[in-house]
């Protein structure tokens, strides 16, 4: 077995977090193992670069570690975030196993949600900016539109197996929300009801603040669902167990690599062109409320570490 490189020199602007169940991109060949230090930590796992047939180099990084273990509260969001920026990258895409809130949205259909409704409880280091450094990203829109409209033109018809759906916003005609609870507890079944009362389409852990934090880094970022169990508001259903999770996760992990390699291949030349990936740059230049003289060094020098030509060190 040939040993892996340590360093990569090229900007890698493509990344694909996977988070359970999806560990590993099967149908690339790493090339390179980065060991990433930040200056919020070290990531969930080493990042793996692989590089396409056509020499496009990708990241994968494991929100959950390669193994597995860390909680969705104790993912370091700050650091996955930081440490991809850092080595270039300029496009997320987040994969996630999800709870469904509807009933037309089936255990193992792929939903791309375009609206989030943040249900953590405030225990996540959840912003790159901080006292004497302040600053606001907006986040209206908390996915980007256009690889939510890519993925739905391009994936709908490459999922194999009968039934599977892809749901979007434009397949349904209307917002499909993404619950984000705080874990690691599934919800109780009142608390699910009122989720799908809220018109709540799919729940998971883990969107929130890796959403936000790619937001503030300027990175175009889509989350990219798999149902896996009907969560727990159905009172004729045995409520969502991790066994129902991970059983879903392995008969269709199959699909979630199509859907990946679908989209490596069409957003290879979008984000070379800056047609994909480019719309949020300089968004957070000017949003820095806090008056040159009153910034804080030390989080002026860790901001460097994500926007270098930004904000002189004085
Ligand atoms: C094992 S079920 C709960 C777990 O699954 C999801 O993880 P991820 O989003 O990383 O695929 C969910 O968010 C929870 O963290
Ligand atoms: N029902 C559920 N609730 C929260 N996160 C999940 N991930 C997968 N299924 C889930």
Redesign the pocket.
């Known amino acids: 077995m040939t040993e892996l490189a340590h360093v990569f020199r090229e900007p890698v602007t493509l990344a694909i977090i996977g988070?359970?169940?999806?560990y590993k991109l099967e149908a690339l060949k790493p090339i390179a193992k980065l060991t990433v230090s930040t200056p919020w930590g070290m990531p969930s796992s080493q990042i793996t670069i692989a590089k396409t047939k056509t020499g496009f180099p990708i990241a994968f990084l494991a929100?959950?570690g390669p193994h597995h273990d860390l909680?969705?509260s104790d993912v370091p969001y700050r650091a996955n975030i930081a440490a991809l920026k850092n080595i270039g990258v300029k496009v997320i895409l987040a994969?996630?196993?999800?709870g469904s809130l509807q009933e037309y949205i089936k255990p193992r259909d792929f939903v791309i949600p375009n609206q989030v409704i943040d249900r953590t409880k405030g225990i996540r280091a959840s912003t790159f900016f901080e006292k004497g450094f302040v600053a606001h990203a907006g986040f209206g829109e908390p996915f980007d539109p256009k690889l939510n409209k890519i993925i739905g033109d391009h994936c709908t018809e490459i999922l194999h197996s009968d039934g599977v759906k892809l749901h979007t916003k434009e397949t349904e005609g209307k917002d499909l929300v993404l619950i984000?609870m705080e874990?690691?507890t599934?919800s109780t079944r009142a608390e699910s009801q009122l989720y799908k009362a809220w018109g709540g389409a799919v729940i998971?852990?883990?969107?929130i603040p890796e959403a936000k934090l790619a937001r503030e880094a300027e990175i175009a970022y889509q989350m990219i669902c798999m149902s896996?169990d009907y969560d727990a508001w159905n009172e004729a259903e045995e409520s969502?167990t991790?066994a129902q999770?991970?059983g879903n996760l392995k008969a269709n992990s199959d699909n979630a690599h199509r859907i990946a390699e679908k989209l490596i291949e069409i957003l290879e030349p979008k984000i070379a062109s800056g047609d994909v990936g480019s719309d949020l740059e300089g968004s957070m230049k000017f949003s820095v409320s806090t008056k040159p003289p009153a910034r804080d060094r030390r989080a002026n020098i860790r901001m460097h570490y994500l926007f270098p030509n930004y904000w002189p060190i004085e």
């Open positions: 988070g359970t169940g999806l929100r959950h909680l969705p994969f996630s196993a999800v984000c874990g690691p599934f998971n852990m883990s969107c896996t969502v991790v999770v991970v």
